[in-house]
T-cell receptor
Framework: GEQVEQLPSILRVQEGSSASINCSYE??????FPWYKQEPGENPKLIID?????ERKQIQELIVLLDKKAKRFSLHITDTQPGDSAMYFC????????????FGEGTKLTVSS | ETAVFQTPNYHVTQVGNEVSFNCKQT?????MYWYKQDSKKLLKIMFS???????VNETVPRRFSPQSSDKAHLNLRIKSVEPEDSAVYLC????????????FGAGTRLSVL
């Protein structure tokens, strides 16, 4: 299968706290896992990604973790700000000529001040 | 700065009509995509092209037909639209395949009355 499951679909946190989004994938050949952020009225934009040769990656307040054995990966936003409020999508793909990027169902994050 | 250009931004039409959407990227990328984003924000891959060649053709109704004149252009034609075609159609490009960052256009919002 190629499905990517993402939870939760809705996440509300207080400013300054952490937010975590979890994804799981079916295709064991998947080796690339990006995260996209889509603000209201805007198009999705890449914020961070991780490849299968890594277990953890951090860019400022964004941390991604990858557990290949469990076929799960997650995004953690530390010290959330109101500007982090948006839709977040995880995705997965594998190498190969017919590869495609499959997106999770999305998480609507709201950070309240 | 926008580098993936989509026209039109909006299109309202009636059931049974034909519509065409255009997409152009100025990033020099080899791969282009059409994604459909529905009212629940789900992002579904429809087609991908690599250097004018069709690579991915998901299970979409036959009334959808992509066209690529060169690697910088990817259009989408829908013959005889149906109400369930109402969505935002997002064009994207990447350097080479889905394991590189996808850059999305602003989208074309289609409303079928």
């Amino acid at each position: 299968g190629e499905q990517v499951e993402q939870l939760p679909s809705i996440l509300r946190v207080q400013e300054g706290s952490s937010a975590s989004i979890n994804c799981s994938y079916e295709d064991s050949a998947s080796n690339y896992f990006p995260w996209y952020k889509q603000e209201p009225g805007e198009n999705p934009k890449l914020i961070i990604d991780i490849r299968s040769n890594m277990e953890r990656k951090q860019i400022q307040e964004l941390i991604v973790l990858l557990d290949k054995k469990a076929k799960r990966f997650s995004l953690h936003i530390t010290d959330t700000q109101p500007g982090d409020s948006a839709m977040y999508f995880c995705a997965a793909s594998h190498q190969g000529g017919s590869a495609k990027l499959i997106f999770g169902e999305g998480t609507k994050l709201t950070v309240s001040s | 700065e926008t580098a993936v250009f989509q026209t039109p931004n909006y299109h309202v039409t009636q059931v049974g009509n034909e519509v065409s959407f255009n997409c152009k990227q100025t990033l020099g990328h080899d791969t282009m995509y059409w994604y459909k984003q529905d009212s629940k924000k789900l992002l579904k891959i429809m087609f991908s092209y690599n250097n004018k060649q069709l690579i991915v053709n998901e299970t979409v109704p036959r009334r959808f037909s992509p066209q690529s004149s060169d690697k910088a252009h990817l259009n989408l034609r829908i013959k005889s639209v149906e109400p369930e075609d109402s969505a935002v159609y997002l064009c994207a490009s990447s350097l080479q395949g889905p394991q590189n960052t996808l850059y999305f256009g602003a989208g074309t919002r289609l409303s079928v009355l």
